[in-house]
């Protein structure tokens, strides 16, 4: 990878984690350096941020993460929902069949529903989540495949739904090589987390793209450190 690389456009170059045929240890160990990164530097707490502006109020929630992997990601919001007499329904929606089955495993309690596919195979019906939501998750799509996403969020829940992805720029491009040179023994990490910030969006690729998907009542905000979240509301009421 380049020591300056170009940032003035998103990089397409496959991540390592996109290939197939991966062993499983290396990606069970990627889900386990992810947890930790998004713990530390704050990415839970942005998709925090993200569930409480759309469940305001509410004492009931159904919530939908698309690529899920090991559930980490649910596990916290699920958390934080309890601590606050919130009553949840959670799904989680992975393409990868391994992933899906750590999180079954790993789930403690009965109101998880697990589903191995690509989420644009999944849809409700008269069951649509409340808030659904992704982390960590766009950056993987070119901006042609990102425009039906966020049509499919936006017809799939029922409230709202967030993204909480990167930001791309330099400073979070070299910040993460180093911070994950030093601590990582992942091999995914160490390749692909540097990438990650190269397929990363910039605030007007963001609101172009919202813009072509055609939603309504979004609104994208920066977020430490060198994230984005973007939160949209689709109409519907929370149950109260």
């Not at 930790?36 to 004492?59: P, Q, V």
């Not at 091999?187 to 540097?194: C, G, Q, S």
């Amino acid at each position: 990878m380049p020591g300056k690389p170009d940032l003035s456009k998103r990089s397409y170059e496959k991540e390592l984690l996109d290939g197939e045929g991966l062993p499983f240890a290396a990606i069970e160990r990627n889900m386990l350096e992810l947890d930790f990164i998004n713990t530390w530097l704050g990415g839970h707490a942005i998709s925090i941020r993200g569930l409480a502006e759309l469940a305001d109020g509410c004492r009931r929630c159904h919530i939908c993460e698309i690529g899920c992997g090991g559930g980490d990601n649910l596990r916290v919001l699920d958390r934080w929902c309890r601590r606050r007499g919130i009553e949840t329904r959670i799904t989680g929606i992975d393409s990868n069949e391994h992933c899906i089955e750590v999180a079954r495993q790993r789930w403690k309690g009965d109101n998880a529903n697990w589903v191995h596919s690509d989420y644009r195979a999944v849809s409700f019906g008269g069951e649509r989540p409340d808030i659904v939501f992704s982390s960590l998750f766009c950056h993987h799509f070119r901006d042609e495949e990102l425009v039906p996403q966020l049509q499919w969020m936006e017809g799939q829940a029922r409230v709202g739904w967030f993204i909480n992805d990167l930001h791309r720029h330099r400073t979070a491009y070299h910040a993460i090589r180093l911070l994950t040179g030093w601590f990582s023994s992942s091999y995914l990490v160490k390749n692909d987390a540097p990438l990650s910030v190269l397929r990363g969006f910039r605030r007007g690729e963001w609101e172009g793209l919202l813009r072509q998907a055609g939603v309504g009542g979004w609104s994208v905000k920066w977020q430490w450190a060198f994230r984005w979240l973007i939160v949209a509301r689709t109409g519907g009421k929370v149950y109260v």
